[in-house]
């Protein structure tokens, strides 16, 4: 029943052959909850569970250098803040890409700015800048900027060089100089119509 009664949250070409495939979700509770999935031309494939809040939207992603879009999750939580989950079909799975264990893109706080960030794409896989507070303190709060690639092979991902792009923004100019940052903007290059 969780699987027929699934609603569909994207259409997302997972195997890429040209095809977007209809993807679903389970409600809460049950034997597969909060699971997502989808039919390819060679069978089904699926998402463990997923902890926290249950996904509100999901989208596909065209990432270069990739036969198969990504899939693109978002769970908000009931008291604030959003967390992306970042999905590569294979071998009858749905696996989420991770780093140390922990989703590629870290929460994301909407009632404070405490980490400003933005994901988008690269050749051969995918590209998060971030904004951490600027260390030792000074009079006024600064955020220094790094941009970390990590290349996605199949069903994993690798994690690549981490660059400094500035360094002691002052936190008053952060939206100005890098509003990508202040707005979360997710894969703004490379979503795919599905």
């Not at 409600?27 to 060679?42: D, P, Q, Y």
């Not at 749905?94 to 050749?123: K, M, R, W, Y």
């Amino acid at each position: 029943p969780a699987v027929a009664n699934a609603r569909t949250v994207a259409r997302v070409d997972l195997d890429g052959d040209g095809t977007a495939e209809v993807v679903k979700l389970t409600a809460g509770g049950g034997e597969c909850a909060n699971t997502v999935f989808a039919k390819t031309g060679e069978g089904f494939v699926s998402s463990a569970p997923v902890d926290g809040p249950p996904v509100t939207s999901a989208l596909a992603v065209a990432a270069p250098g990739r036969d198969g879009q990504l899939l693109v999750t978002r769970a908000d939580h009931p008291r604030g803040g959003y967390q992306l989950r970042i999905y590569a079909a294979g071998s009858g799975k749905l696996t989420e890409l991770e780093v140390d264990g922990n989703p590629l893109v870290p929460f994301v706080a909407t009632d404070v700015q405490e980490h400003p960030l933005s994901i988008d794409c690269a050749d051969g896989g995918l590209v998060l800048t971030e904004a951490v507070l600027h260390e030792p303190m000074g009079v006024q709060p600064a955020w220094d900027i790094t941009r970390t690639t990590y290349a996605v092979d199949g069903d994993s991902v690798r994690r690549g060089s981490t660059e400094a792009v500035a360094d002691s923004v002052p936190a008053n100019q952060l939206g100005a100089k890098y509003p990508e940052l202040v707005k979360h903007t997710a894969f703004a290059s490379c979503r795919a119509d599905g």
